[in-house]
């Protein structure tokens, strides 16, 4: 039997047995195993007026020349034609990068992992950057990896009992089901960061260790030299330019928590000179409260990070933000 008449029975058999995203992808997984010399791509749509699912299936066959072929199944009691891609008022399409669609309605999910992180839209790119990259992998979690995954996920929100997770999940308005998908996308992500940054975190530690350390600052900018210098003498930083705030003589002192390798040039002159540092009309003065050294999965995080701005430069993406 053929590649094109094995897939094409695939989408026969699945659309008839109306089958879930997580059966056909085992399925097609199994013919991908059958025939390793193509490649395979899954893709599916459920359409929002009857929230039926619909599935196409995209083979690259080992020619010599470049070409996919898009396969499906449309029974003859499918959704009409004219119906296909409608969408209630709210359920927009939100952004589409490289062909894979984000919603509104997933993107919502994400919104408590993107504040204070990284800008929103970047975030969002990212996302659909993942799941490509997951899909192209296409090889899920077994059940023993899954508890695990799962187990982790409720240690890290302190969801220690059955009742707590429960609670937790209502109050999220997540079934079972897609708490279960939430965990295994979270867990993949995970094993995709290991397989793109293996060899490289211990490589990067090894050629300089501090330079992914978080450092706590303070940083203040003084008006004029004199109260630049007054600042950079004192033995706490802080706690001087907090006085000067309180006393209505100074601006209130900056917070912040950076890492080593992105400091800018003059913060970094002046923690490293413990001298004030020249600015458009004024000094800065900064010091370091402290500092942690870098780990192993602070490393990875920021090299993934590093591999997805890269995919992200290359990608074709398609904002699609409504009549606004």
Known sequence: MTLLTEAAGLLRAATAEKAGRAEVRARVDALRARHPEAGLRLLWQREEYDGSLHYDL?????????????????????????????????????????????????????????????????????????????????????????????????????????????????????SDQQFEDLVAHQARVARLREQVTAGRVDAELAVDPGRYDQLRL?????????TAARLAAAPDLLAAAAADFAAGTGPAPELMTVT?????????????????????????????????????????????????????????????????
Do not use: H, K
Request: with cysteine; hydrophobic share 50%; aromatic share 6%.
């Open 58 to 174: 995209l083979v690259r066959q080992p020619v010599t020349d470049a070409g996919v072929v898009s396969l499906s199944w449309c029974p003859d009691d499918a959704l009409p034609w004219p119906l296909r891609g409608v969408q209630r008022g709210g359920e927009m399409l939100l952004v589409r990068v490289n062909g894979f669609e984000l919603g509104v309605a997933d993107a919502i999910g994400f919104l408590d992992l993107l504040w204070r992180e990284a800008p929103l839209r970047d975030r969002l790119v990212d996302t659909c950057l993942v799941r490509l990259a997951l899909d192209a992998d296409g090889t899920d979690l077994d059940d023993a990896a899954l508890q695990d995954a799962a187990d982790a996920f409720r240690r890290a929100r302190g969801l220690l009992t059955l009742e707590d997770t429960r609670a937790w999940m209502s109050r999220e308005r997540l």
């Open 218 to 226: 303070v940083r203040v900018e003084a008006a004029d030299d004199a």
């Open 260 to 324: 080593r390798a992105d400091l800018d040039p003059a913060l970094a002159e002046a923690i490293a000179g413990n001298a004030p540092v020249p600015l458009a009309g004024g000094y800065l003065v900064a010091a370091v409260l402290g500092a942690q050294p870098a780990t192993r999965d602070a490393v990875s995080r920021r090299l993934f990070g590093e591999w997805l701005a890269e995919r992200r430069a290359a990608a074709r993406i398609e904002w699609n933000w409504g009549p606004a």
